[in-house]
């Protein structure tokens, strides 16, 4: 039916609960599934989930290459859960703000782990294009959506949910927009509810800096390097490949002065030095 003899990426779908992680990865499912890729059927091995915990499961396995991941500003505040209703829900805690820790420390063990994810649920139903139905009382548009979506780590693709030729056209005037189109941070910083807050996004408002560093990459490295016992030589490799690194900070403070989330950046650079020397 589909003209093909293979399929690169097949797709293990909907895996929200972590027993049913466990009943697939451990049984005769993935058997059959690694069997269909030994025969060159599937190219790759792919996983979709809306459960933070399965996905970190799913991308520590071996066996998962790339997840189909729910990630969107409102979808990111919220903690692991089994149960799909809590994302759209009418309220969220008011004390919710910011990245969960769990959300974002999947984003980057997926980068670290050389998993791919692409992006589901990148408007959140849609809800936060209005400021009425937007958890952070403030609307965002669907460049902000998407531009938020392909800034997390790890992040290959997005999928975007489109019911008229007028969505798929504001879809794709991302590809034009202006980096002033693109900008969700300073929308999240000064929303009324749940505003983002002392937490790096890597949204680049920091930029540009007199030493020539790319702030939200050191950002992003020195995250990947905190999760584990010792840097990887790639992780390393990486960093000091760059053109300027935190060796490099001068401390200005421009950058915090930029910063839409009052972001320590100069302390933070500190401790990319000490770590990465």
Request: hydrophobic share 35%.
């Amino acid at each position: 039916r589909l003209q093909t003899d293979y399929i690169d990426l097949g797709m293990i779908h909907f895996v929200d609960e972590e027993a049913e992680f466990h009943r697939i990865m451990e049984g005769e499912f993935l058997a059959y599934v690694k069997e269909q890729k030994e025969k060159g059927i599937i190219r790759h091995i792919g996983m979709s989930t809306h459960n933070p915990r399965v996905a970190k499961l799913a991308a520590l396995s071996g066996e998962i290459e790339m997840l189909l991941f729910s990630i969107n500003p409102a979808f990111d505040l919220l903690p692991a859960s089994e149960d799909l209703n809590i994302y759209f829900a009418e309220n969220y805690e008011e004390s919710l703000g910011g990245i969960d820790p769990e959300r974002a420390e999947l984003y980057r063990i997926c980068e670290q782990q050389g998993v791919g994810i692409t992006v589901m649920k990148g408007y959140a139903g849609g809800r936060l294009f209005s400021s009425k139905t937007s958890p952070f009382g403030v609307a965002l548009t669907p460049v902000q959506c998407i531009h938020y979506a392909l800034t997390r780590p790890a992040v290959a693709s997005i999928l975007t949910g489109c019911d008229t030729p007028e969505h798929v056209k504001e879809a794709a005037s991302y590809e034009t927009a202006t980096e002033e189109e693109k900008d969700y941070a300073t929308v999240l910083a000064k929303a009324p509810h749940h505003a983002y807050s002392g937490q790096c996004t890597y949204c680049g408002h920091c930029a540009p800096c007199p030493a020539q560093i790319d702030i939200a990459m050191v950002n992003k490295l020195y995250d990947l390097a905190v999760m584990q016992k010792e840097i990887p030589a790639s992780l390393r490799a990486h960093y000091e490949g760059l053109s300027a690194n935190a060796e490099d900070c001068i401390g200005c403070g421009g950058c915090e002065e930029r910063c839409p989330f009052g972001v320590p950046v100069v302390e933070r650079m500190e401790k990319a030095k000490t770590l990465f020397r």
